[in-house]
């Protein structure tokens, strides 16, 4: 290569440089900063959900505030005249971050980034304007939701009843979060609201497909679990330390919105939608959890009683492909999550049908590809059953719950303004 077209490379890929620098949208930046803080501080998912769902609707109503279209979703105030749009995004998004993570994750991140944030845009009147009015809004939603129900407490009664959820090997550890299920809603009349019916009787015929099929392809040793389906346990596990279930279904949205380069008020609007149905979407499935506070197979499979119903066979030495998580198994979390999200965001873009990859989180590094939003939540319900820490009914109701509150979701926030 001679030397022209040497400084002819070094230039361009110089100008791709500035480019990238100069098109990074804040929104996928802040949403960025709060998914590591997920990681790093090991936040159990319906906390990470919440966050981020604070998050998202301070960042929207910020944005929404410079070019009303929308109805907001708190704040209703109109943006200062002549207000940086991106030092607003740039405040708004610390101080949320600084006041949601700042006591599990390193507060000097947040700062370090504002700092880097604040220093590309000029100082001067609009700086400052803008500045105030991110933390005008920012502070409004940190105020609604100071009392709503995160620091509760509830206990769960202990009981060997057939049937009922008790702790699980090896850690025996008590119900996570019992409580979360009476959190204030973000976006749902109550909590439960979408509640599903109970799970299938422990006599009936539905149970004991239920339980002979969990038995077949969630066991650790299982010959009837192939190793694709093998591998999605591992790969959508999403445990603490992970971005979490919510998380991953961020990142999904950051990855779609990157190929259909939407803009920032598109991101603030798809992110804001996306978080306050995910944040609900642990309420609803939380409350359920608590409701019927059934077992998990594990439990059902060892204690199998042929006498209550003779369509079942215990097991006693049977073991999940992985550990049980510490709560109940009706309804699926991740089911509930999933669906969820892949109804928002098939809404937000007018079809399912959107071809992306994602990465794997925690021990994996591999990388899935999917046809569209749908499929990724059916392979996530699925994996739990391959996995042994669900039964098939477990993930259908949370399917149906995570469908129904994103369908309220889109049907109720951040609307388009009926012009005059």
């Known amino acids: 290569m001679s030397a022209a077209s040497r400084l002819f490379s070094l230039a361009a890929a110089g100008l791709a ?55 907001s979703y708190l704040v209703n105030e109109t943006a200062p005249a002549g207000a940086s749009l991106e030092a607003a995004v740039a ?16 507060p000097r991140v947040f700062a370090d980034d504002y700092a880097k944030a604040l220093a590309a845009i000029p100082d001067g009147q609009a700086k400052t304007a803008g500045i105030a009015w991110g933390k005008h809004v920012a502070d409004l939603m940190i105020q609604a939701r100071a009392n709503d129900g995160i620091m509760g407490k509830a206990t769960f009664p202990a009981s060997d009843k057939a049937g009922h959820w008790r702790p699980t090997p090896p850690l025996f550890r008590e119900f996570t979060l019992p409580h979360w299920g009476m959190v204030k809603p973000f976006a749902l009349k109550s909590c439960s609201q979408f509640r599903p019916p109970p799970p299938p009787p422990l006599n009936s015929s539905a149970y004991a497909v239920d339980l002979d099929t969990v038995k077949r392809l969630g066991a650790r040793d299982s010959d009837s ?31 779609v919105s990157k190929q259909r380069k939407l803009t920032v008020q598109e991101n603030a609007r798809l992110f804001a939608l996306l978080n306050l149905g995910l944040a609900d979407a642990a309420i609803g499935c939380w409350d359920t959890k608590f409701h019927y506070g059934y077992w998990r197979p594990e439990t059902a499979i060892r204690e199998a009683d042929k006498s209550v119903n003779p369509g079942i066979e215990a ?22 999550f999933s669906r969820c999200a892949a109804t928002i965001l098939a809404d937000f873009f007018g079809t399912d049908d959107i071809p992306f990859n994602t990465p794997g989180e925690g ?15 059916d392979e996530i319900g699925m994996s739990r059953i391959f996995g042994g820490i669900h039964f098939p009914s477990a993930n259908y109701w949370g399917q149906a719950q995570g469908r129904a509150i994103g369908q309220y979701v889109c049907a109720n926030f951040l609307r388009p303004l009926q012009k005059s």
């Open 17 to 71: 440089l500035l480019s990238t620098v100069a098109f990074a949208d804040p929104i996928l930046d802040l949403n960025d900063q709060a998914v590591n803080a997920i990681r790093v501080s090991r936040m159990p998912p319906p906390m990470a959900s919440h966050h981020l769902a604070i998050l998202h609707a301070a960042l929207f109503d910020v944005v929404n505030g410079f070019d009303r279209k929308y109805e």
């Open 315 to 336: 097991d006693p030495n049977w073991i999940p492909l992985m550990p049980s998580p510490t709560f109940p198994d009706y309804i699926s979390g991740h089911s509930t």
């Open 91 to 106: 405040s708004a998004g610390y101080e949320v971050l600084h006041s949601q993570f700042g006591k599990v994750a390193n």
């Open 363 to 377: 021990l994996t590094a591999a990388v899935r590809s999917f046809t569209g939003f749908s499929a990724a939540a």
């Open 225 to 255: 679990r192939t190793d694709d389906q093998t591998a999605t346990v591992a790969f959508w596990s999403d445990d603490l330390g992970t971005a979490t279930p919510p998380g991953h279904w961020n990142i999904i949205a950051s990855t």
